[in-house]
């Protein structure tokens, strides 16, 4: 379609004089053949009419005749003679080739005269004589019109013919003259600019003084000239982008290998968690027990409460270590109905206990918020990055905040504190095991928790506070719990 656009632009130009000339052509042969036509049919009823004349001059000459011999002899005129003449005027009137409308009814009055031949011979045949005379006449002169008419038309004929022959070759080198200013020389100059163009040099045609006839087809050159730029220019950027794909290709595969050396690192020690979580748990056990008979036999109310906590975390800790055998063996810990509030309130009375003096716990926690999580999960994730916090603070004094609140079908939960903050390498979110920023870390706490909210799908994000300290928040899933 676009190709027979241009074509048709193209051609546009040579549409005017070519249709002058052609319509000039045909315009004389038109006439040439209008008045070839006109002469056949004047020349039609030349013949026909000869042959009429010459009957009537024939006849004209027998009635002369016979009115000759009439008047040497005066003797009756011969019937069978008087029948022959009226068969030939009867003839004439059949030719129907008479040029003056009023022949037939003067022959028919011919015809009459010759009735009374017998009673008045004398004056019938010179009566009869003078009507064909008088028809003879008026079709000679008829016949001398028609005769110039057909001379004129021919000589009118020769005439076309002529200015024909000198006008269409003068058009024609008019009309060679005018393609070659107004087509070939425009069209010369656009083959130059294609020519850069095969180049990949895209160069508009300069419009300004292009013959209007050409007007069409230089605007559609420029027009494909823009969109070749556009597509060059877009084709550029795909490479880029693909070159840029390629790279990022690149260093996710090297990312995924890392990641998968990790993972072998992580299962070696999730196999040595698993053992030593077999080991301890029967010292726990015995420890457990001990700490039950002892927390029987103490009255004081708050070394029995500071037994409970102990006991209780021993509680956690050997559920700790059966979940990791039952990690270890893919089954996954069964989420419940948790008091997000009370479960947050008891990892931080639990921590208090170990933490320096200078540090203040806070939290900002609504009652009554209730979610289905892994609880088990939920309290060593919370603990992990407590203690995560008290390691970036330091031995100094310092804030940690423990807060949550839900959020339609989720619950944002953020630790913050106000320390030096995460370096760089955290913040781009390359958290993975054994890559901690401190000479003795292990860089397991957040590798868990980033484990623990991806198994529940959830989200991660680590942020530094202004003017000091850091964020972690954890997105996690929480619908609205069912109450029996």
Same mark, same amino acid.
């Given at each position: 379609?676009?190709?027979?656009?241009?074509?048709?632009? #193209?051609? %546009?130009? @040579?549409?005017?004089p070519a249709s002058v000339?052609?319509?000039? *052509?045909?315009?004389? +042969?038109?006439l040439l053949v209008g008045l070839s036509w006109y002469s056949r049919e004047q020349l039609r009823p030349v013949v026909g009419h000869m042959a009429q004349l010459n009957r009537l001059q024939s006849a004209g000459l027998r009635?002369?005749?016979?009115?000759?011999?009439?008047?040497?002899?005066?003797?009756?005129?011969?019937? #069978?003679? %008087?029948? @022959?003449?009226?068969?030939?005027?009867?003839?004439?009137?059949? *030719?129907?080739?008479? +040029?003056?409308g009023e022949t037939p009814a003067i022959l028919q009055r011919a015809r009459a005269a010759l009735d009374a031949l017998a009673e008045n011979p004398r004056e019938a045949l010179i009566l009869t004589l003078t009507e064909i005379r008088k028809v003879l006449a008026a079709e000679t002169h008829a016949h001398d019109i028609l005769l110039q008419e057909v001379y004129r038309t021919e000589e009118l004929e020769f005439d076309i013919a002529l200015g024909a022959l000198v006008t269409l070759?003068?058009?024609?080198?008019?009309?060679?003259?005018?393609?070659r200013r107004h087509i070939l020389s425009p069209l010369g100059d656009l083959?130059?600019?294609?020519?850069?163009?095969?180049?990949?040099?895209?160069?508009?045609a300069p419009v300004q003084g292009v013959d209007p006839m050409l007007k069409p087809l230089f605007e559609r050159y420029n027009e494909l000239v823009c969109r070749l730029a556009r597509l060059e220019r877009e084709h550029q950027t795909r490479q880029r982008s693909l070159e840029d794909e390629v790279r990022l290709a690149t260093g996710t595969l090297l990312g995924q290998q890392r990641r998968l050396a990790d993972a072998e690192r992580l299962a070696a020690v999730g196999e040595l968690a698993a053992r030593v979580a077999?080991?301890?748990?029967?010292?726990?056990?015995?420890?457990?027990?001990a700490l039950n008979n002892l927390r029987s036999d103490i009255s004081d109310p708050d070394h029995a409460q500071r037994l409970g906590l102990v006991i209780g975390e021993l509680n956690r800790v050997f559920s700790l270590l059966n979940d990791l055998l039952e990690r270890a063996r893919r089954e996954p810990e069964a989420s419940r109905?948790?008091?997000?509030?009370?479960?947050?309130?008891?990892?931080?009375?639990?921590?208090?206990?170990?933490?320096?003096?200078?540090?203040?716990l806070e939290r900002d926690i609504p009652d009554g918020l209730i979610c289905r999580l892994p609880e088990n999960g939920l309290r060593q994730a919370l603990l992990n990055l407590v203690l995560n916090a008290d390691q970036a603070l330091g031995e100094g004094a310092g804030t940690i905040r423990v807060r949550a609140r839900r959020d339609s079908d989720r619950i944002m939960l953020e630790v913050q504190d106000d320390g030096p903050g995460f370096p760089e390498s955290l913040r781009d979110g390359r958290i993975r095991p054994f890559a901690s920023a401190r000479p003795d870390g292990t860089g397991l706490g957040l590798a868990v928790?980033?484990?623990?909210?991806?198994?529940?799908?959830g989200a991660l994000q680590i942020t530094n506070l202004k003017p000091r300290g850091a964020c972690v928040s954890l997105r996690l899933p929480c619908p609205p719990a069912h109450h029996g």
């Amino acid at each position: 379609m676009e190709n027979r656009s241009i074509m048709s632009v #193209l051609y %546009r130009p @040579a549409w005017l004089p070519a249709s002058v000339t052609a319509g000039l *052509l045909v315009a004389a +042969l038109g006439l040439l053949v209008g008045l070839s036509w006109y002469s056949r049919e004047q020349l039609r009823p030349v013949v026909g009419h000869m042959a009429q004349l010459n009957r009537l001059q024939s006849a004209g000459l027998r009635l002369q005749g016979l009115l000759a011999a009439h008047l040497r002899t005066s003797g009756p005129i011969d019937p #069978l003679e %008087r029948d @022959a003449i009226q068969k030939e005027l009867q003839a004439i009137l059949a *030719l129907d080739s008479h +040029l003056v409308g009023e022949t037939p009814a003067i022959l028919q009055r011919a015809r009459a005269a010759l009735d009374a031949l017998a009673e008045n011979p004398r004056e019938a045949l010179i009566l009869t004589l003078t009507e064909i005379r008088k028809v003879l006449a008026a079709e000679t002169h008829a016949h001398d019109i028609l005769l110039q008419e057909v001379y004129r038309t021919e000589e009118l004929e020769f005439d076309i013919a002529l200015g024909a022959l000198v006008t269409l070759p003068l058009i024609a080198f008019v009309v060679l003259a005018l393609v070659r200013r107004h087509i070939l020389s425009p069209l010369g100059d656009l083959s130059r600019f294609m020519t850069l163009l095969s180049g990949r040099e895209y160069r508009e045609a300069p419009v300004q003084g292009v013959d209007p006839m050409l007007k069409p087809l230089f605007e559609r050159y420029n027009e494909l000239v823009c969109r070749l730029a556009r597509l060059e220019r877009e084709h550029q950027t795909r490479q880029r982008s693909l070159e840029d794909e390629v790279r990022l290709a690149t260093g996710t595969l090297l990312g995924q290998q890392r990641r998968l050396a990790d993972a072998e690192r992580l299962a070696a020690v999730g196999e040595l968690a698993a053992r030593v979580a077999h080991e301890l748990r029967n010292p726990l056990a015995g420890m457990q027990m001990a700490l039950n008979n002892l927390r029987s036999d103490i009255s004081d109310p708050d070394h029995a409460q500071r037994l409970g906590l102990v006991i209780g975390e021993l509680n956690r800790v050997f559920s700790l270590l059966n979940d990791l055998l039952e990690r270890a063996r893919r089954e996954p810990e069964a989420s419940r109905e948790v008091d997000i509030a009370a479960t947050v309130g008891e990892v931080l009375q639990l921590v208090g206990y170990q933490l320096p003096g200078g540090i203040v716990l806070e939290r900002d926690i609504p009652d009554g918020l209730i979610c289905r999580l892994p609880e088990n999960g939920l309290r060593q994730a919370l603990l992990n990055l407590v203690l995560n916090a008290d390691q970036a603070l330091g031995e100094g004094a310092g804030t940690i905040r423990v807060r949550a609140r839900r959020d339609s079908d989720r619950i944002m939960l953020e630790v913050q504190d106000d320390g030096p903050g995460f370096p760089e390498s955290l913040r781009d979110g390359r958290i993975r095991p054994f890559a901690s920023a401190r000479p003795d870390g292990t860089g397991l706490g957040l590798a868990v928790v980033r484990r623990f909210v991806a198994d529940l799908g959830g989200a991660l994000q680590i942020t530094n506070l202004k003017p000091r300290g850091a964020c972690v928040s954890l997105r996690l899933p929480c619908p609205p719990a069912h109450h029996g």
